[in-house]
């Protein structure tokens, strides 16, 4: 909901993921650490499990509303678009068109949705992946090594969470232009490598999970730092890491102002961008513009969806563990 | 420079529908000589001193043009002049459709580079780019020649801050277009005056509350602006290159336009909706509006988005005060070319060709669905009376070409109408409601307008 | 052989610079990414640049413009509605969904937890896409309940239904994701307390009340923080939604879109980034005076 030309900047009230991270007082846990599936924690499902019908029935009206639009979509895809026109939205038209509709996303426009694909995958295990590590590296160090000016770093990153997206834009793409990266991958992944958020979460995570009494022994032993941290710290961040890194995935997955901003070539465009042009030509606005592409763009949307809940159902135990492995240090 | 190169214009345009491009190319070369050495323009070096020759050969070098458009299918006349000339290697680029492409050119241009060579520019956001002094001044090439090609409506269009800033692509001449088994149905026949427009809604009113004559879009700018001018409006005046005028509040066609829409409002036989979108759609397939006022393009359109309304809508020439003919541009664009072109020759060469070239044009009408700009085929019989299996047993094209030859002159955009026209939505697009205040709404449109035009730094009258 | 003091010198030293070795890349992509952009948007916002006349530096012209913007000031109003009464609805299903899912009472409660979250993976372009097609009011979905109904629902993209209908695009999107974040919070809750709940005969109610909504304040606390800027930023559901509905949503519909469109339809670039700039400092300004409101009545309690 923000404009989000950072893809880690928290929106609505969205991202606060770190709240888990934030280390508050006693932990008189540190023993359960880790998977999350406590021994403790079991044993409270085991005791209390008399199941309320009514409480489930409450919770089925809030699934209802929560997969309303999406079952909404999925009904949409398999229409031709009179068909679109011409039913209700929660059933079937006269005629069921979604493998023609899938076939029309990979071929129209010389199947540029194909590319368009690709691209968010560079732009999402590029950014993510070296936003996660960034912030990790980042973070480590604000937790653990006390470097001159870093609580200015801290609060400087801070506050510039707090700066909207359409401030950025102009200058950013001005700025990009005078380098000559403006219309290029480098001038979407550039951006999206500094995650502000994952490293305030990183901090935070980081100050609980490696102890420092470790660290000492580590040097006693003669280890260099690098060494340390890829042996020892980097095993101790990995659910942090992993939490931070999915949650910049789902950011640059769905970047769209940046790249808005600063792709002009379609070749280079993410689904996101590129599904809106196509919304932009689905609903004319201009002289000779309109096609009949609403199904296409249907199905373009369901489909640039499939691979993050794809993601987040197969990383769930990974994720999941991240957060409660958090939640443990409170 | 006048005299002159109307001559060499008049020479080059009598012959040259049937003429080939490259003796277009050459009449553009020889008007490039003769206003040369009077041209006041800033333009760079490149444009006044080109030999002609090498204009005139420009598109027989190698040379690369990056061209930005979002019209479906112009791939199809692009790839005709690349047969054509082979030599020549167009980049073809949909950065996205009007204004998300403005948005990118001025980025682009303000940056100083990464825009393209060639663009594609709708009539009413030329200005702005012209007068910033973005875009190549086609005049030092000799464009003036091309004057007589083209619908005096389009021409006038192009023509803005003192230069030439682009070649006519298509035009919207506006024509009514109706749901004859609507009307059947009432046992009406089509209105020619707006009374009879307001009369016809009664009745649909009447047999059906849920139905409406037509509809007015709270978003769109354009058909405010184009309905205004086929009424004689010529609210938005601009004098030299730093003075303008905004009159929506006294403006005689403005005040026309008020007093015809505001009591369909009223009646609730007008619906205010935003149109494009599926809903609407829908509706125009329903038959729930029994007018559609558009641009000469809407065929196009509907062909794709309505197939199954084939033969159910009919064309007719646009309602006026007095039901003497008369119409506006709706939509339409040019092609230009930009500052930061790097052959500019063959970027010029190349926008003359694609939109006066007999073999492109052609293409532009039949592959691309555009409305032609050009007399070449305005004038033809043959194009005139084509048949078009939309419209069974008509021949709209005939009302499309009377329409344009009944566009009302003098029309002018504002230099900074993309904004003016971001901003319709919070004014007249707050009172196209019933009982909605269109006179209140113009003036706070003119006061918000003249005050943008004021920081921007124009005079403003 | 250095004396003690020398070594620990070092040692300070010699992790001095591994700090700032570890800090550096990220040092280098928030200065591209972030820094560099914002201070050129503070330079920008010192300048005027006119179409007539070319750019002169204005001072902090455009800043007092900004203060006295009716057009600027009516979006902040309408963010701030938004922020008031949006995030409280948001947070409170939130947390019912987490209590409920944390209670164990609940029949496959895996399910409702993977199906709440899933619209937090829907980007927000697309989200917006779909409500807005729901809510068309002769094809939606919408008008397909004010048929069965058989009564004439209010015109959700009209003016009057606007922000509720943003408001509704956003709690879909996020609800799940906050849901997820108060869960986790929640089964990190230390069993003993559970125990000693029990043992005190505390009824399921009394428990959530006095053990679990503590536990869960420093989350909400942060949720709410980050709702301040989500809230302030609004962009894009009514961006999109005002392709349907061009009047109900006028061009400082919220103050990014006003500085969206001065910037990008009204080519001010300095003016808008003056708005951005002001706009953030009023964004850290509400979020701090959440964070103090919260610490004072933990103090007074």
Redesign the interface.
Known sequence: ???S??PD????????????F?P?GRR??RGRGGS?K?G??R???DR??????A??V??AL??G??????V??MFGVTKSNEGL?SS???WFADDFNLFDNIHDVFTYEDGIYLRWFANNLLYSVVGAG??AM??T??G???A?????G?RL?FA??L??????????????Y??FSDVGIVNTPWAVI?????S?FG?YLMRVYAADAVPDAMLEAARMDGAG?LRI?FTISLRLLAPGFVTVLLFAL?AT??N??LPLIVLNDPNWFP??VG??RW?GQA?G?SVAGSTAIYPI?LTG?LL??VP??V???FL?RFW?SG??A????? | MNAKSSIAGRLGSRRSTSMTAAVTVAALALSLAACGSDSKSDDDKGGKQADPSAVAGALDQPAEITFWSWVPNIDRTVALFEKKYPKVHVKLVNVGQS?DEY?KL?AAL?AGSGAPDVAQIEYYALPQFA??KQLVNLADFGAASLRDKFASSAWSQVNVAGGIYGVPQDTGPMAMFYRKDVLDKLGATPPKTWAEVAELGKKIKAADPANFVTYL????AGQANSLIWQQGGKPYQVSG??SAAVKLKDDPGAAKWAATWGPMLADKTVE?T?SW???WW??MGAGKYALWLAGAWAPAVMQKNLPQGAGQWAVAPMPTGDGAPGSAENGGSSVAVTKQAKNKAASVAFATWLNSDPEAVKSLNSDVGLFPATRLLLDDPTFRGADLPYFPGTKPNEVFAQMSGAVRPEWQYL??Q??AN??F??TI??V?KPGGDLPGALSTWQERITT?GK????TMK | MPPPGHAVKRG?L??????????F???V??V???????A??FR?SLYED????GTVFVGFDNYSKALSDQLFSAGLVRVALFFAIQ?PL??T?SLL?AL??D??????AG??R??????????????A???G??Y?K????SA?LSDLLGTELPDLLGPDWMLASIGNV?T???????M??LY??L?????EL?EAAEMDGAGAFRTAWSIKLP?LK??L???????V???F?????PS?L??????S????YT??LY???L???????NY??AI??V??VV??FV?YLVQLATARRERMQ
Do not use: C
């Not at chain 2, 920081?455 to 124009?458: D, K, M, P, R, T």
């Not at chain 3, 930023?233 to 559901?237: G, K, P, S, T």
């Open positions: 909901m923000s404009t030309t950072l900047r928290p929106s609505a009230a969205g991202d606060a993921s770190s709240r888990f934030r508050r008189p846990h999350g406590s403790g924690r044993d409270r499902r209390r499990d008399r199941k309320s019908t409480l489930t409450a919770m809030m699934l509303y929560t997969l309303l639009p999406l909404w979509l026109l209700r939205g929660l070296g936003a960034i912030a590296l980042g480590y160090a604000l653990k090594f006390e470097f001159a870093r770093m400087l990153v506050g510039a969470i707090s700066i909207p997206g359409t401030a950025l834009a102009v200058p950013t001005l700025l550039l951006p999206s490598l500094a502000p490293l730092e941290f789902v997955w769905n769209y102002f689904l996101t599904l809106n919304n609903n606005g763009l949307s640039a969806i993050l809940i993601a987040f159902l769930q999941q957060l409660s958090g939640g443990v240090k409170q | 204004k948005t001025q303000k007068i910033t879009d709270p978003g769109d290159e730093s205010s935003p979108n599926e809903e829908k509706s230099p900074f993309v904004y971001s901003i939505k919070d697009g707050q196209y943008f920081e921007q730094g124009f | 300070a010699r992790r001095n610079l591994t700090g700032h070795a570890f800090f890349p990220f040092l992509v928030f591209i990414g972030v820094a560099a952009p914002l050129y948007a920008l006119r179409m007539i006349g995030v948001m947070l299903l969904a409920a899912i209670s164990g009472r609940l029949r496959g399910l409702f993977v199906g709440i979250f899933v619209p937090y993976a829907v980007p927000g372009v697309v989200a896409l779909m409500w097609y729901m068309g002769r094809f939606g979905l397909e956003v879909w999107s996020y609800v799940g994701y906050n997820m974040i986790a919070a089964r990190a809750i230390p069993e559970y536990a420093p989350a606390l942060l949720a709410t923080t980050f709702s800027i989500g809230s930023q609004l962009f894009n559901e999109i005002s392709a349907l509905a061009p009047a949503v006028p061009t400082n103050p990014n500085a969206y469109n910037a990008f339809n009204g080519r001010q670039f808008s980034a951005a700039v706009l953030g964004t850290v979020a």
